[in-house]
């Protein structure tokens, strides 16, 4: 490895020096998140040491920036082009995170950190396929969103896409004043689809000799010569493709799952069939333009991703929310949080063969709720209803009524309804008990979120461990079950939803101010002014962000969503990056599948709760 | 020129189940495919109860297509796909005795037919009432004439049951 | 003369039954549909004619109408002939079966118990066929369960119908349904017709025992390389499947076609039958809307630890009934 670049000294004691010597090497961004950057050779023992001398036992994010293109005047004279980021979480004191930064050379390597966190397993994937950057003692470095015949790594900043314009939006192309013109007749790149050298699509045959990272409780044979020596009737196993095209994966997904009989013996997911990159074009965009695009990571829940978006860059722009819009924020989320937990509990059913009967009783009140969406936001699913610094419009006259009767009347219904006809169902308790075990702990190591944890018997909720918005003035409890298995993860979800109900009242009794009175609940109001104004720089439509990062997360239905931005201070993005919780808790679908038969696999899969759009960005 | 006897219905479907017996017992020697072998089998079997219910001896065709039909055949064609090498493709391949093995067959057959040319058949047969006495003298044979036979038939089986289940056990508990 | 009788007389009873039988198979999947939406908050197909009562036409003409496609990896021979093995059993078990007094569908033979238990050992033969013939693993995997399920239950079900054997002391089924019984009898059979009922289930792999094609596993099991009418087919032989079955527990536990004043007007038989047999199917389609799938083992473990000890149990409680009691 290169010497890393001198970092000036500062005034600053810079910390874990004493128990790692020469661990961290300075501090960046230190206005908007501080982070510390850490010397390559010293990231493993500086991450074993806060896991386990400080208890930040949770790898939330992994990721990587490209400064290729940097504006910023704050990173003049660093070499490095990479930076590898890690953000750290303790699930058992709460509070906020430890950012740490690797700097990185092109070409050079840095160490893996799964042997700490396993959970860094796919995000150091994605963070491969994604950049090209080589973790070291990686069990499976492979390509996860993209296929082995991609060319080059998108994030990059110097990769051209097909039909490629320009760095970022608005395109020139598209003013009005601007000549007319096919984009195929002035493409730089051509068609821009070649091979990686070397590589044949015609020869190249999918590896089916996978390594899957296993962390299950039980036996696993992956050796085919152990395999033969086993005593006991000796019976070929088969590799069964479950995907992508499968009524099971709730989307294009695929569970390569190797079984002897019906019983897995490994199982891995290989994703990436709905990859758009995300976050290229979230870079590409502008602020704001990024908020409608949000609503497709988790498309059913669009309101809470809005949130975490707009809570990231208030954090970042440091821009205030108004009291009332705080309070739709929260009624928004918690409607989303029972729409998603409902339709989940009814999907899992549907998995466990249920024919559809109650997966119908479960949307039913789903349907209401997204008319109340609609109703605010023009849309029932893709709502982009969240601006920062407020929501885009108030309320419309009556619409708290109709919200308070769902509240007050349907919603607390449907949930008992629910629970009467499935908790105590002899086959879904004979299905559900005691599968997909995985113990708290492996499930914290992978670095799974939401409700799997606290079906785990981990209280573990940012909303209280980390309370944002204003959820500290709610009265709430975080349900947490002993159990681990699929019937407790179904299980909390109910008792998620009847929390959020609770949140739902409060909310809904306390919201200040009328349809008339009270401070202005939506952006308009702070957008005719301009955001430059607001932030002291120079007047202008769009927002500018100061120079600096921030990760910032909040508690979605489906467990940690997180937002890291890099603002470099000008319209766009620098980088943008999304901590999905479906992706992440994917870690978790081998380990929980091992041992159990393929029909178990499906519920497990139903259980942990994703969407694909999410999953693959 | 004489005239050629009009078959009457019996006949005609006596010869057409003779002919889909035969040619399904030579489909099972003669397959490339284990598979088709075994299916073949089961038509074969289909055959020979179609014999029975010509001989009016329904019980016994029911019974044939119960248990060779419906059990025996059931289990081979399942122990097959359990066999995944033993699939698709030329699984059955003649080996390098199959002339020798014909010429046996044929010997035998002559053998047979000389054997059965002797036996004195009962031209005109009595029809034998087929209704449920005859059902149940059979069950009287079963448990007073044939006991022995009966009981260690089932001890034999037995045997191979408890034999399987030892073989099949997983060591892990 | 022998031609008439052994010929064509059948032929027209079988033509009959045949036609009445597709047509209560197009109307069963309608009055699925519908009763399945009852059961789901919806309204079920209500375009196509009144109450959608043109549905199953419609269904028909495109399943006829879709091209037939014969995947290239498939074994030939085999592929093509297992729908067709599929749904012969389903329409060759009603010949047995009376429909109104001294009446059989088709034959009186006096081995009819023993009829139905031999064509139910032979009703895996498609779902074997078509798993294995094409060349596909899920397809394989539902063809192994199928015949392993099938294997299982078709044990305590034989059992079941021996036991009934016992105590009706006739192996013909129009004997079975004219002959009085004492009313311990009847209590002694309904007590185990729900068993029956799963045994029926797992044997037609109706849900919630429907693992040889379970969706969300397998796609669509033994049936996944299946299009268009060759599908229909299979689709036809699970349903006639039902309505067959259903009449059989009508005819074993329900008293057939009897009813008041079916013994004056001959012509009432088969009217009770129907409304019986449509009970039945009400509840098969009760039983898929409203339970989950077991797991395959859970299953099995079911019929071999819990059903064939209570069939042989059954059997020992007949037998001694019918020497004591009568």
């Given at each position: 490895?290169?010497?890393?670049?001198?970092?000036?000294?500062?005034?600053?004691?810079?910390?874990?020096?004493?128990?790692?010597?020469?661990?961290v090497?300075?501090?960046?961004?230190?206005?908007?998140?501080?982070?510390?950057?850490?010397?390559?050779?010293k990231?493993?023992?500086?991450?074993?040491?806060l896991?386990?001398?400080?208890?930040?036992?949770?790898?939330?994010?992994?990721?990587?920036?490209?400064?290729?293109?940097?504006?910023g005047?704050?990173?003049?004279?660093?070499?490095?082009?990479?930076?590898?980021?890690?953000?750290?979480?303790?699930?058992?004191?709460?509070?906020?995170?430890?950012?740490?930064h690797?700097?990185?050379?092109?070409?050079?390597?840095?160490?893996?950190?799964?042997?700490?966190?396993?959970?860094?397993?796919?995000?150091?994937?994605?963070?491969?396929?994604?950049?090209?950057?080589?973790?070291?003692?990686?069990?499976?470095?492979?390509?996860?969103?993209?296929?082995?015949?991609f060319?080059?790594?998108?994030?990059?900043?110097?990769?051209?896409?097909?039909?490629?314009?320009?760095?970022?939006?608005?395109?020139?192309?598209?003013?009005?004043?601007?000549?007319?013109?096919?984009?195929?007749?002035?493409?730089?790149?051509?068609?821009?689809?070649?091979?990686?050298?070397?590589?044949?699509?015609?020869?190249?045959?999918?590896?089916?000799?996978?390594?899957?990272?296993?962390?299950?409780p039980?036996?696993?044979?992956?050796?085919?010569?152990?395999?033969?020596?086993?005593?006991?009737v000796?019976?070929?196993?088969?590799?069964?493709?479950?995907?992508?095209?499968?009524?099971?994966?709730?989307?294009?997904?695929?569970?390569?799952?190797?079984?002897?009989?019906?019983?897995i013996?490994?199982?891995?997911?290989?994703?990436?069939?709905?990859?758009?990159?995300?976050?290229?074009?979230?870079?590409?965009?502008?602020?704001?333009?990024?908020?409608?695009?949000?609503?497709?990571?988790?498309?059913?829940?669009?309101?809470?991703?809005?949130?975490?978006?707009?809570?990231?860059?208030?954090?970042?722009?440091?821009?205030?929310?108004?009291?009332?819009?705080?309070?739709?924020?929260?009624?928004?989320?918690?409607?989303?949080?029972?729409?998603?937990?409902?339709?989940?509990?009814?999907?899992?059913?549907?998995?466990?063969?249920?024919?559809?009967?109650?997966?119908?009783?479960?949307?039913?009140?789903?349907?209401?709720?997204?008319?109340?969406?609609?109703?605010?936001?023009?849309?029932?699913?893709?709502?982009?209803y969240?601006?920062?610094?407020?929501?885009?419009?108030?309320?419309?006259?009556?619409?708290?009524?109709?919200?308070?009767?769902?509240?007050?009347?349907?919603?607390?219904?449907?949930?008992?309804?629910?629970?009467?006809?499935?908790?105590?169902?002899?086959?879904?308790?004979?299905?559900?008990?005691?599968?997909?075990?995985?113990?708290?702990?492996?499930?914290?190591?992978?670095?799974?979120?939401?409700?799997?944890?606290?079906?785990?018997?981990?209280?573990?909720?940012?909303?209280?461990?980390?309370?944002?918005?204003?959820?500290?003035?709610?009265?709430?409890?975080?349900?947490?079950?002993?159990?681990?298995?699929?019937?407790?993860r179904?299980?909390?979800?109910?008792?998620?939803?009847?929390e959020?109900?609770?949140?739902?009242?409060?909310?809904?009794?306390?919201?200040?101010?009328?349809?008339?009175?009270?401070?202005?609940?939506y952006?308009?109001?702070?957008?005719?002014?301009?955001?430059?104004?607001?932030?002291?720089?120079?007047?202008?439509?769009?927002?500018?962000?100061?120079?600096?990062?921030?990760?910032?997360?909040?508690?979605?239905?489906?467990?940690?969503?997180?937002?890291?931005?890099?603002?470099?201070?000008?319209p766009?993005?620098?980088?943008?990056?999304?901590?999905?919780?479906?992706?992440?808790n994917?870690?978790a679908?081998?380990?929980?599948?091992?041992?159990?038969?393929?029909?178990?696999?499906?519920?497990?899969?139903?259980?942990?709760?994703?969407?694909?759009?999410?999953?693959?960005? | 020129?004489?005239?050629?006897?009009?078959?009457?219905?019996?006949?005609?479907?006596?010869?057409?189940?003779?002919?889909?017996?035969?040619?399904?017992g030579?489909?099972?020697?003669?397959?490339?495919?284990?598979?088709?072998?075994?299916?073949?089998?089961?038509?074969?079997?289909?055959?020979?109860?179609?014999?029975?219910?010509?001989?009016?001896?329904?019980?016994?065709?029911?019974t044939?297509?119960?248990?060779?039909?419906?059990?025996?055949?059931?289990?081979?064609?399942?122990?097959?796909?359990?066999?995944?090498?033993?699939?698709?493709?030329?699984?059955n391949?003649?080996?390098?005795?199959?002339?020798?093995?014909?010429?046996?067959?044929?010997?035998?057959?002559?053998?047979?037919?000389?054997?059965?040319?002797?036996?004195?058949?009962?031209?005109?047969?009595?029809?034998?009432?087929?209704?449920?006495?005859?059902?149940?003298?059979?069950?009287?044979?079963l448990?007073?004439?044939?006991?022995?036979?009966?009981?260690?038939?089932?001890?034999?089986?037995?045997?191979?049951?408890?034999?399987?289940?030892?073989?099949?056990?997983?060591?892990?508990? | 003369?022998?031609?008439?009788n052994?010929?064509?007389?059948?032929?027209?009873?079988?033509?009959?039954?045949?036609?009445?039988?597709?047509?209560?198979?197009?109307?069963?999947?309608?009055?699925?549909?519908?009763?399945?939406?009852?059961?789901?908050?919806?309204?079920?197909?209500?375009?196509a004619?009144?109450?959608?009562?043109?549905?199953?036409?419609?269904?028909?003409i495109?399943?006829?109408?879709?091209?037939?496609?014969?995947?290239?990896?498939?074994?030939?021979?085999?592929?093509?002939?297992?729908?067709?093995?599929?749904?012969?059993?389903?329409?060759?078990?009603w010949?047995?079966?009376?429909?109104?007094?001294?009446?059989?569908a088709?034959?009186?033979?006096?081995?009819?118990?023993?009829?139905?238990?031999?064509?139910?050992?032979?009703?895996?033969?498609?779902?074997?066929?078509?798993?294995?013939?094409?060349?596909?693993?899920?397809?394989?995997?539902?063809?192994l369960?199928?015949?392993?399920?099938?294997?299982?239950?078709?044990?305590?079900?034989?059992?079941?119908?021996?036991?009934?054997?016992?105590?009706?002391?006739?192996?013909?089924?129009?004997?079975?349904?004219?002959?009085?019984?004492?009313?311990?009898?009847?209590?002694?059979?309904?007590?185990?017709?729900?068993?029956?009922?799963?045994?029926?289930?797992?044997?037609?792999?109706?849900?919630?025992?429907?693992?040889?094609?379970?969706?969300?596993?397998?796609?669509?099991?033994?049936?996944?390389?299946?299009?268009?009418?060759?599908?229909?087919?299979?689709?036809?032989?699970?349903?006639?499947?039902?309505?067959?079955?259903?009449?059989?527990?009508?005819?074993?536990?329900?008293?057939?076609?009897?009813?008041?004043?079916?013994?004056?007007y001959?012509?009432?038989?088969?009217?009770?039958?129907?409304?019986?047999?449509?009970?039945?199917?009400?509840?098969?389609?009760?039983?898929?809307?409203?339970v989950?799938?077991?797991?395959?083992?859970?299953?099995?473990?079911?019929?071999?630890?819990?059903?064939?000890?209570?069939?042989?149990?059954?059997?020992?409680?007949?037998?001694?009934?019918?020497?004591?009691?009568?």
């Amino acid at each position: 490895m290169s010497e890393p670049t001198a970092v000036a000294e500062g005034t600053e004691q810079l910390p874990f020096n004493d128990a790692v010597p020469g661990a961290v090497l300075g501090t960046w961004a230190e206005e908007t998140d501080k982070a510390y950057l850490v010397a390559p050779d010293k990231l493993i023992p500086l991450l074993t040491h806060l896991r386990d001398e400080l208890g930040y036992d949770y790898l939330s994010n992994l990721t990587c920036v490209d400064y290729l293109t940097y504006q910023g005047k704050k990173r003049k004279g660093v070499q490095e082009r990479f930076e590898v980021v890690y953000h750290l979480y303790s699930t058992r004191k709460g509070g906020g995170h430890i950012a740490l930064h690797v700097r990185v050379p092109e070409n050079e390597t840095v160490p893996s950190a799964v042997g700490v966190y396993p959970g860094a397993n796919l995000q150091e994937r994605e963070v491969y396929d994604l950049y090209g950057i080589r973790f070291e003692g990686h069990p499976n470095l492979r390509r996860i969103l993209l296929w082995e015949g991609f060319h080059g790594h998108p994030m990059r900043k110097d990769w051209k896409e097909a039909y490629y314009e320009q760095d970022t939006k608005p395109f020139k192309s598209r003013h009005p004043r601007g000549g007319y013109q096919f984009h195929e007749d002035k493409l730089p790149w051509g068609k821009n689809t070649t091979y990686p050298p070397g590589w044949d699509p015609d020869t190249w045959q999918e590896p089916v000799a996978y390594v899957p990272v296993s962390m299950a409780p039980h036996p696993v044979v992956q050796d085919p010569e152990e395999e033969e020596r086993r005593p006991h009737v000796h019976t070929e196993s088969i590799v069964i493709n479950l995907g992508p095209h499968h009524p099971s994966t709730h989307g294009v997904f695929r569970m390569l799952t190797r079984v002897e009989g019906e019983t897995i013996l490994a199982l891995e997911p290989e994703m990436g069939y709905l990859h758009r990159n995300h976050e290229k074009i979230g870079e590409r965009n502008t602020w704001l333009m990024n908020m409608p695009f949000t609503d497709r990571l988790d498309y059913l829940n669009s309101m809470s991703n809005n949130w975490a978006y707009a809570l990231a860059v208030e954090k970042l722009a440091g821009i205030q929310v108004p009291e009332r819009a705080e309070y739709i924020r929260v009624i928004m989320a918690e409607l989303t949080r029972i729409l998603n937990h409902m339709w989940s509990i009814g999907f899992l059913l549907n998995d466990l063969g249920a024919l559809q009967t109650p997966a119908l009783y479960a949307i039913e009140e789903r349907e209401m709720i997204l008319d109340l969406f609609e109703e605010v936001s023009g849309s029932r699913m893709m709502c982009n209803y969240f601006r920062f610094g407020g929501v885009v419009r108030d309320l419309t006259p009556g619409w708290l009524e109709r919200a308070r009767y769902l509240a007050q009347e349907r919603l607390p219904r449907a949930l008992d309804e629910l629970d009467r006809l499935i908790s105590e169902n002899e086959i879904v308790k004979a299905r559900c008990r005691g599968v997909g075990y995985l113990s708290a702990e492996d499930l914290i190591a992978l670095s799974v979120s939401g409700p799997m944890i606290r079906a785990a018997g981990v209280a573990y909720d940012i909303r209280k461990a980390e309370p944002y918005g204003i959820y500290d003035r709610f009265e709430f409890d975080i349900p947490t079950l002993p159990n681990s298995d699929v019937y407790d993860r179904y299980y909390i979800r109910l008792l998620e939803a009847r929390e959020a109900v609770r949140i739902l009242q409060q909310a809904l009794r306390d919201i200040p101010g009328g349809e008339v009175h009270g401070p202005p609940a939506y952006a308009s109001a702070t957008l005719e002014e301009g955001f430059g104004t607001i932030l002291g720089g120079k007047g202008g439509y769009t927002l500018r962000p100061p120079e600096g990062e921030i990760y910032s997360r909040i508690e979605a239905p489906k467990g940690e969503l997180g937002f890291y931005l890099v603002s470099d201070g000008k319209p766009n993005p620098y980088r943008y990056h999304v901590r999905a919780p479906s992706y992440i808790n994917l870690n978790a679908l081998g380990p929980m599948c091992v041992g159990y038969k393929v029909a178990d696999a499906i519920v497990v899969l139903g259980a942990i709760d994703i969407v694909l759009g999410e999953v693959d960005r | 020129m004489p005239t050629l006897p009009v078959p009457t219905f019996t006949q005609v479907v006596f010869v057409l189940i003779a002919a889909f017996t035969v040619i399904s017992g030579l489909g099972v020697v003669v397959a490339r495919n284990l598979f088709h072998s075994a299916l073949l089998l089961a038509a074969t079997f289909f055959g020979v109860a179609g014999l029975y219910v010509m001989l009016e001896a329904e019980f016994l065709a029911v019974t044939q297509i119960l248990i060779y039909v419906g059990a025996v055949a059931t289990l081979i064609t399942f122990a097959i796909m359990l066999t995944r090498g033993a699939m698709h493709g030329e699984t059955n391949p003649l080996n390098r005795q199959w002339g020798k093995a014909a010429l046996f067959a044929f010997l035998f057959l002559v053998g047979l037919l000389g054997y059965l040319g002797g036996i004195p058949w009962p031209a005109p047969f009595q029809a034998i009432q087929a209704d449920e006495g005859l059902i149940a003298r059979l069950g009287e044979q079963l448990v007073t004439r044939y006991m022995v036979s009966l009981e260690v038939m089932g001890l034999l089986l037995m045997v191979a049951l408890v034999g399987a289940i030892l073989l099949a056990r997983d060591d892990k508990p | 003369m022998d031609w008439l009788n052994l010929l064509v007389y059948p032929a027209v009873r079988v033509l009959v039954l045949f036609f009445v039988l597709l047509t209560g198979f197009a109307y069963l999947t309608w009055y699925e549909r519908k009763l399945l939406a009852r059961f789901q908050v919806r309204y079920g197909p209500n375009r196509a004619g009144r109450f959608g009562l043109l549905q199953p036409l419609a269904d028909a003409i495109k399943a006829l109408f879709k091209e037939e496609i014969v995947p290239d990896h498939v074994d030939r021979p085999v592929y093509l002939l297992a729908p067709a093995l599929a749904i012969v059993p389903a329409l060759i078990i009603w010949a047995v079966i009376p429909v109104a007094k001294d009446f059989p569908a088709v034959a009186d033979v006096p081995i009819g118990i023993l009829w139905i238990l031999a064509v139910a050992g032979i009703e895996g033969y498609g779902v074997i066929l078509a798993g294995w013939s094409s060349n596909n693993n899920y397809s394989l995997l539902g063809a192994l369960r199928s015949s392993a399920q099938m294997i299982s239950y078709e044990l305590p079900l034989g059992i079941f119908l021996v036991s009934i054997l016992v105590l009706a002391g006739t192996f013909s089924l129009v004997e079975l349904v004219e002959m009085s019984r004492p009313w311990w009898e009847w209590l002694w059979l309904w007590l185990v017709f729900p068993l029956f009922f799963i045994c029926i289930l797992a044997e037609t792999n109706r849900s919630p025992f429907d693992l040889p094609e379970t969706e969300n596993e397998l796609v669509a099991g033994f049936q996944t390389e299946y299009g268009g009418m060759k599908f229909a087919l299979f689709f036809m032989a699970e349903y006639i499947n039902m309505i067959t079955t259903s009449a059989i527990m009508a005819t074993l536990f329900f008293g057939g076609w009897k009813g008041p004043f079916a013994d004056q007007y001959v012509w009432l038989g088969p009217v009770y039958l129907f409304i019986k047999v449509v009970a039945l199917l009400f509840l098969f389609i009760w039983v898929r809307a409203s339970v989950s799938r077991p797991r395959w083992d859970q299953l099995m473990r079911f019929s071999w630890q819990f059903l064939l000890p209570v069939s042989l149990m059954h059997l020992m409680g007949s037998a001694v009934f019918t020497v004591f009691l009568k």
